[in-house]
């Protein structure tokens, strides 16, 4: 089934990234959150980083008009009727992705294909609140949407082989993204390889080892990171940090990849980087 229409459920950083991502590539996208103020701060988020990218020269004027016009925000699920394909890009709560899951099964066409951006929660799990697991893989893409080249492609037991083929065809041929396939395992690829290492960097500066400036400075001038780790949970967000390295820790059980309490303590506090103005660092 050729796609030419998607669905995006969820309008935050990850969602309208991917929105935008999706609408430069003429696309058309149903842009969906819950209520008006979510979607209005998603249609700001989507036509802030237009403007930036015509600032930079990525975009041109008739181009960002253009894109804009592909997008059809709502907030109703059932205008997702005509998609082909369905990103989930919600909070990481299970009860809330398997509510989502559930409602799309009863309004996406026969065939159309249903991915999730989890980076912490096992996909079968999801898929298997529908009646269509071999529909379900996951889209896993990577902050900021509109900048970073890769998606990994996710098959549990229960996907279709031509699902997965399908949905990376998608991203690589139509949004023009490098795809990674894997499977359904706590961190995917990337995640597994970078949380530990961004652990490891809060739980040096809560020992007092070195200070978030010099952590971060290190890692970009002795490592060449385009930003330092501190900075990077900050860009992530602590919140989706912890769950990711929960995740991972309820996976393998290893002691190294327990988050660290500092990490816990500044989610508790409301310190979750970038998105509430204090994390390493205020913004
Ligand atoms: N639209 C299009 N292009 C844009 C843009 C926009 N809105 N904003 C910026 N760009 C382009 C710029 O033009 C520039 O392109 P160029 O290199 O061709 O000139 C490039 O993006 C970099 O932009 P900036 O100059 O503004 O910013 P920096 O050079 O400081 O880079 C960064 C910013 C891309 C965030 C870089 O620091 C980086 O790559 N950091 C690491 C990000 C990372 O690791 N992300 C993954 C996190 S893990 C994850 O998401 C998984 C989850 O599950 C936890």
């Not at 980076?119 to 990577?142: K, L, W, Y």
Request: proline share 4%; charged share 20%.
């Amino acid at each position: 089934m050729a796609i030419d229409t998607i669905g995006l459920v969820g309008t935050g950083a990850m969602g309208s990234g991917i929105i935008e991502v999706a609408s430069k590539a003429e696309v058309a996208v149903v842009a969906y959150d819950i209520n008006a103020a979510a979607i209005e701060a998603g249609k700001a988020r989507v036509e802030g980083s237009l403007d930036k990218a015509v600032a930079r020269g990525k975009l041109d004027e008739t181009g960002r008009d253009q894109a804009a016009t592909k997008i059809t925000w709502t907030t109703d699920l059932a205008d997702m009727r005509g998609c082909q394909l369905a990103i989930e890009a919600a909070p990481e709560i299970l009860d809330l992705k398997l509510d989502i899951f559930k409602q799309l099964d009863g309004i996406l066409p026969e065939g159309a294909i249903m991915a999730t951006n989890t980076s912490s929660i096992p996909i079968i799990d999801i898929a298997m609140g529908t009646n269509r697991p071999e529909q379900v893989c996951g889209m896993h893409f990577f902050n900021p949407a509109t900048v970073m080249r890769l998606v990994e492609v996710i098959s549990t037991q229960r996907t279709d082989a031509a699902v997965a083929q399908a949905a990376a065809g998608f991203a690589s041929d139509v949004l023009g993204k490098r795809v990674v396939h894997c499977k359904d395992r706590a961190g995917f690829v990337v995640n597994a390889l970078l949380v530990p290492f961004l652990c490891q960097a809060i739980a040096m500066f809560e020992t007092g080892h070195a200070s978030a400036e010099d952590i971060d400075e290190a890692m970009k001038l002795g490592a060449g990171h385009p930003m330092g780790p501190l900075a990077l949970c900050d860009m992530i967000g602590l919140d989706v940090m912890l769950w990711t390295a929960e995740s991972l820790y309820d996976e393998y059980n290893e002691r190294f990849l327990a988050p660290p309490p500092l990490l816990r303590r500044m989610v508790s506090a409301g310190h979750l980087g970038r998105k509430t103005g204090k994390g390493f660092y205020d913004y």
